[in-house]
């Protein structure tokens, strides 16, 4: 493989209690009802915006959205390492994948606190490049991060992997005609399962036998 590109949350991080937290803390701030940390879970991985929607219900404005995130951000960064940790393996995982290839991050999560994150947690040395839901004009399932990454890494598209733990990142995959790893350990764990992706690893550390097996 030439460039393996990682989704983070439910991927390498296991971060859903920090958001979920952060989630209720702006909920109560808004004056609404918090709600069970499990039905947050099942909000997070389109980004901070359907985040915050889907938390708020249906009949929110986009005036309250917008004040929502602003509000969202600094609660989250209070809490973005509370309790979130890579999850087991992988950080062997991506040490050992590191010789001889690419390696990034694309998020839907806002570049700023996926950067925090990797870095209060010491992985983001493995990456060329961490991409959020903020930096291009189309975000996952869009195809247009993975095209970027593949033109500024001149890795061959065929030689391109995809590692997430949700539907969002297997459309993408598919949209940007590159292989997929789904993880099944994941935010996303029970839909994953309902996927046809190119392979499953239930720890981050069989993808080294998947790169092995692709010359």
């Known amino acids: 493989?030439?460039?393996?590109?990682?989704d983070l949350d439910g991927t390498l991080v296991d971060s859903r209690r920090d958001i979920a937290t952060s989630v209720n803390e702006l909920l109560s701030r808004m004056g609404r009802r918090e709600l069970p940390a499990e039905r947050i879970f099942d909000f997070?991985?389109?980004g901070v915006r359907t985040l915050l929607q889907r938390s708020l219900g249906s009949t929110v404005s986009?005036?309250?959205?917008?004040?929502?995130?602003k509000l969202y951000l600094p609660i989250y960064g209070s809490h973005l390492l509370d309790t979130t940790l890579p999850y087991p393996g992988v950080r062997e995982a991506l040490e050992a994948l590191l010789p001889g290839r690419?390696?990034?991050?694309l998020?839907?999560?806002?570049?700023?606190?996926?950067?925090?994150?990797?870095?209060?947690?010491?992985?983001?040395?493995?990456?060329?490049?961490?991409?959020?839901?903020?930096?291009?004009?189309?975000?996952?399932p869009h195809r247009m991060g993975v095209d970027s990454l593949i033109g500024s890494t001149g890795a061959r598209r065929e030689r391109t992997l995809?590692?997430?733990?949700?539907?969002?990142?297997?459309?993408?995959?598919?949209?940007?005609?590159?292989?997929?790893?789904?993880?099944?350990?994941?935010?996303?764990?029970?839909?994953?399962?309902?996927?046809?992706?190119?392979?499953?690893?239930?720890d981050l550390r069989q993808l080294l036998s998947i790169v092995a097996s692709r010359p």
């Not at 986009?62 to 995130?69: G, H, S, T, Y």
């Open 62 to 69: 986009q005036d309250e959205i917008d004040r929502a995130v």
């Open 102 to 105: 690419s390696m990034a991050v």
């Open 1 to 6: 493989m030439d460039l393996i590109i990682f």
């Open 107 to 140: 998020t839907n999560k806002p570049t700023r606190e996926s950067l925090a994150v990797l870095e209060g947690l010491g992985l983001e040395r493995y990456f060329c490049q961490v991409y959020g839901g903020e930096s291009f004009r189309e975000r996952k």
């Open 44 to 46: 997070i991985g389109n």
């Open 162 to 202: 995809m590692v997430g733990d949700s539907r969002v990142d297997f459309e993408t995959a598919r949209n940007a005609e590159i292989p997929v790893s789904l993880v099944t350990y994941g935010i996303g764990a029970a839909e994953v399962r309902t996927l046809s992706p190119d392979y499953f690893i239930d």
